[in-house]
């Protein structure tokens, strides 16, 4: 007995099927120094051969590769069995690939091999199955993209490859068959859950993202075309008992992973939680920026330092027409004691000049409210002006940016 592509998720498991069934299985892979793409070593291993299964497969997922290569391994191999006179060639293909026309790329690939079989020249068995338990942890080898691993949208039968391995060698010891019946799990389940349920109980990161593939390949795998039929065979667990026996969880919790070093666990301290927001928190910093400015303000009047003109002006540099006015005496001139408030209009409303604020604050009068040019005379149209309240700065004025505007009440 020989099987094509033994090295496979399903070779694997018919070579040890076909060993506890007292059979010499022959491995005919790249690694075993064949290759079935070009035929090279088949006649020397399959001299003597009764059966060959064929389950390999291709990575590719375009049509034109998958049908090129399918249609050339089958051709090599049914030529190598003919020369050798090998009298069962059996194949392993996918349920429901011939419901939709045009579907995904790698099922024309298996159309493509299942044609070759039936028109070749080899006594035939082909067995159908649905997609395998295993498809769940190939999303995250094949198709994950950084933090995602990328499912498509999919309805499936998922059965376990063992009992798909089984099968396929009690096929090879009989008879050719012809097209046998289906093969398929007891549940339909959908493969982003199945992927997810993976991830969590085998503790492999990456989130599942599933994604929905546009025209016939994504209708064929949302719409119920790979499902199995009535007259399928139902053998195997569901993929709850196969993921429970795998990985000791069914995945529907998180599994908790392991941190440490050579066995030992490291426990995480709890990390401190910031203080909460609140009010007293902000009066606390403007107080203490309030004192620090007034320190470093001093400072300077002790060592001679002389007030600028925008001190003599009453006014901070850059803050003209803005109302900002200098909360510290001077000695020599300029600012008229502590004035923690100063009075703005805005420009252009009411023909106020930019000082004149400052001025009236000086003097100590509250202006009136000012009326907007072009106002009708019989309506109360008053702009009022606003008052800044200062907090000073750490540096030598205060900071235009650390202020609060409060309207003034009539």
């Known amino acids: 007995m020989a099987i094509a592509g033994g090295t496979g998720t399903v070779g694997r498991l018919v070579a040890e099927h076909a060993r506890r069934r007292g059979h010499e299985p022959i491995v005919l892979s790249r690694s075993t120094g ?14 003597g051969v009764d059966a060959v299964i064929d389950v390999s497969g291709s990575q590719t997922l375009t049509a034109a590769a998958s049908v090129r290569y399918f249609q050339t391994t089958t051709r090599m191999l049914l030529e190598a069995e003919q020369r050798a006179g090998v009298g069962h060639h059996l ?8 419901r939709t026309e045009r579907g995904y790329g790698y099922y024309e690939g298996k159309l493509a091999q299942e044609r ?15 997609q ?49 019946p289906d093969l398929a799990g007891p549940r339909v389940e959908r493969m982003a859950d199945l992927a997810r349920r993976y991830g969590r109980a085998a503790g492999v990161p990456g989130r599942v993202v599933e994604l929905s593939l546009p025209g016939r390949p994504g209708h064929q795998m949302r719409d119920g075309s790979l499902l199995a039929g009535t007259d399928a065979q139902v053998v195997g667990a ?11 969880s069914d995945g529907e919790s998180k599994a908790a992973r392991t941190v440490g070093v050579a066995g030992i666990p490291i426990v995480r301290a709890p990390l401190p939680s910031p203080p909460e927001p609140s009010l007293s928190n ?20 002790r060592r001679g330092a002389a007030p600028g003109p925008a001190h003599r002006r009453g006014r901070l540099p850059g803050a003209a027409g803005r109302g900002f006015a200098c909360a510290h005496p001077h000695a020599g001139g300029g600012c008229r004691g502590r004035r923690p408030l100063s009075l703005t ?30 106002a009708s005379p019989g309506r109360s149209h008053l702009v009022r002006p606003h008052r800044r309240r200062r907090i000073p700065d750490v540096g030598d004025h205060p900071h235009p940016r650390l202020t609060v505007r409060e309207p003034v009440r009539a």
């Open 238 to 248: 569901t993929f709850t008992e196969w993921l429970r026996e795998r990985t000791g």
């Open 116 to 130: 070759a079989v039936t028109d070749g020249p080899v006594p035939w068995t082909l067995l159908r199955a649905t």
């Open 34 to 47: 064949i290759d079935l793409m070009t035929g090279e070593g088949l006649d020397a291993v399959l001299a």
């Open 345 to 374: 209009r805005r420009r252009g409303r009411g023909g106020a000049r930019p000082g004149a604020a400052d001025a009236a604050g000086r003097s100590g009068d509250q202006p009136e409210p000012v009326a907007h040019r072009g």
């Open 132 to 180: 395998f338990h295993e498809f769940a942890q190939q999303m995250f080898d094949r198709m994950k993209m950084g933090p995602f691993v990328l499912v498509p949208t999919m309805r499936s039968q998922p059965v376990a490859a063992d009992e798909v391995a089984a099968r396929l060698v009690e096929l090879a010891e009989g008879a050719p068959a012809g097209r046998v």
């Open 91 to 98: 194949a392993l293909s996918i349920v429901g690939i011939d």
């Open 282 to 301: 902000a009066r606390e910093l403007i107080a203490g920026l309030a004192d620090s400015g007034h320190a470093h303000h001093a400072r300077d009047h």
